[in-house]
């Protein structure tokens, strides 16, 4: 009996020793793509840091597809946590890497040895459904290992999204136009939205119907029209072009699959796929819309814009990859539709699919371009990508996607010590430009930057260089504050200048550029209004910065030197147990920018509306300003409250649109107040009198609501019709 006993206290002390040296041990994860284009290289990104030695010693060491050595060209970047491969001739490789290539790598658990890539010359298609399947399947295993070096897509459009390169169309822009157009982020590029006009007949999307209305009698507005939506089609955006009304929405296409199956199928587990679905409309007779045909791409809308009569849309869709296991044949192609060849749906040619470089995910970014002289008999190109997108950018030469790359991250969670997979401080983004030709879509190249863009406004296209500017990790981490950033980049997408570390703890919160220089506005305590000269790509440099209370969710170019930020008022209320103060967001808040001496901006006037609570759709969405050049109009709709009550809440006090006249002389001047009271014992706004849009039409004003659209004298502001919807 005591041999056993001590046999089972030497069991229990070896067990607790090995428990314990397992506990040390950390594991090393390394993410990659598994595509290459010779002209870009290839980079293995690892969760710790890799000696400096490694590649010298050859404990990290690249293999041909024979097996043999090469003298290849191997870098470590600056932050040592990835190896950078470049001059390879087009092939299939093999990156080898060592244990003891990982600082501290006895006590570290590789989750791979090694990673095969290939490299090719140029993009390629996908060649059969063998090829989609094995790598789907790679990616099955590398998320099973927690390899993956991306996240789950959103994007701005589904949600809701000086030079010719910056400046914002506005409305009637162009002096011969006397109606409003879109706020458009590039002149020339058209963007899609809730509400168009040609200034006779308005056409708005009102809590999901598309309703025409006659406008040429402001005082006796009538609606002419609503398309019939059968329930499972949900209108998202318009476009108008002549006498055709383009109408973007959300499809919703029943899977196929038997009642009666006794396995549990994944067609099962998710009925529906969704589809954003293009209806094309001629509406030259007003009161008799009649659809010519009908196109779809599978997935959620990232975004659409129209330029030289040509439509392009931009969708993201994961497959149900997951599935394969289960289900054993899945279907990974996106589907396409178009009602000029059938009355449903297939998935796309293997030939009109390809694997973007430096990706290694399971979301495609399909992209549909279309002629729209002929809706009813041009031919629909659309190319599907792996590779998913999240921010889109697109000038008249070129359409930009995005999408963040997780790095790998080594940090342990502090209750259970187990490896956080991804870490937001160590997030970047990929970068892919796609070349335009009418309607031939081609890949261009990508490149790769720190941190994490805000939207599209972190991204311009000025003569052929590519700026962005991003954030790198979390405003509120103390431990690895957060940093902003500015990267300009060549045709090829190569980085040739930067500026990097800037108000540091901060975030981005609005950025605008205008030709050569760019505006960026940050934030946690107070709003620097950083001015940037990027006049010299290769030698961009902070001009000047200004600190002011509150922030800018949005900026607008007034003039070369001025602009507009809309955002809110904030104040400082001190802790009482001697921390960090709490920043409170009081009322929305306009503010004039002077940047005439770039060195030294200043706020030349500012206008607070409201308290805390007040809140305007232009605080996420561009599209919701109003604009009038020529008047040096600025309008928006505002939910309004103001103060607080007994229970200290904030009272409600009505809701309608604002309209400011904004002018580099006079500065900021009310000129309307279109905010109607709140009846007896309300509390809250009602969703169905919020103003969606405002727009004008000669010297009248509209406002489109859930419930009506209303007239109004565009100098006196006095109400003249109503029609109800």
Known sequence: MRKRSVWLIIAAVVAVIVLSFAFLIDKVTVSASSIALSDQGWKANFSVPVKESAIVDGTIYLVD??????????????????????????????????????????????????????VHKDLQTVKSK??????????????????????????????????SSSKSSGSGSEGEVAYSETNNQVEGVDESDIVKMDGEFIYAIVNGRVIITDIRKPSAMTKMAELPFEATFYPLQLFLTEDTLIVLGDKQIPNDYSETAEEVSSEMMMPYNSSTNVRFYDVKDKKNPKLVREIGAEGYLNGARKTDDILYFVTNVMPNYWAMQEDGDVELRPYTFDSQKDDKASPMSYSDLAILPGTLEGTYSVITAMNLNNPKESQVVTKGFLGGSNAMYMSKEALYLTAPIYMPSSKKDKQTSIDRMWSPQETNTEIFKFGLDGTAVNFISSGEVTGMLLNQFSMDEHNGYFRVVTTKGIAWDNETPSENNLYIMDEGMKQVGSIEGLAKGERIYSARFMGDKAYMVTFRETDPLFVMDVS????????????????????HPLDENHLIGFGYDTKSVPNENGGEPTIMTGGMKISLFDVTDFANPIEKDVEIIGGQGTYSSLQHDHKALFQHREKGLFGFPVTMYEGTNKEGYVNYAGEGAMMYEITAGKGIRQVANLIKQPSSGQLYENWEQLVQRMVYADDTLYTISMKEMKSYDLTTFKEIGVVAY
């Open 65 to 118: 597809q024979q097996g043999n050595k090469m003298n290849a060209r191997l870098e470590l970047t600056k932050n040592g946590r990835s190896v950078e491969v470049s001059d390879l001739k087009p092939g299939s490789y093999t990156l080898h890497i060592d244990r003891d290539a990982i600082q501290g790598g006895f006590f570290k658990s590789m989750s791979t040895s090694k990673l095969s890539f290939t």
């Open 130 to 163: 063998k090829e989609l399947t094995h790598y789907f399947k790679k990616l099955q295993q590398l998320t099973a290992t927690n390899s993956l070096g991306r996240g789950d897509i959103a994007t701005e459009e589904s949600v809701s999204s000086m030079d």
């Open 536 to 555: 010299n790509p290769t030698k961009p440099k902070v001009l000047g910065e200004l600190k002011i209370p509150g922030f800018s969710n949005y900026l």
